[in-house]
């Protein structure tokens, strides 16, 4: 059975007192493949950033 590498639950983050991410709940299993597709602005890099460490949630 493949293990957990990333979970998030509940995660917030805010710029500018501006919601970016809301309420994510994400997992994901050792090789697994995973594409993220979404409008321009819709948080994308955001939540890459957060899963590498580079920026830290609000709430989550």
């Known amino acids: ?21 809301e309420d994510i709940n994400l997992s994901i299993k050792q090789n697994t493949f995973l594409g993220i597709i979404g409008p321009n602005g819709g948080g994308k890099t955001t939540l890459l950033r957060v899963i590498l460490g580079l920026i830290k949630p609000d709430r989550g």
Do not use: H, Q
Request: proline share 0%; no cysteine.
């Open 1 to 21: 059975m493949d293990r957990e590498i990333v979970s998030l639950k509940n995660l917030y983050v805010y710029f500018n007192n501006t919601v970016s991410l």
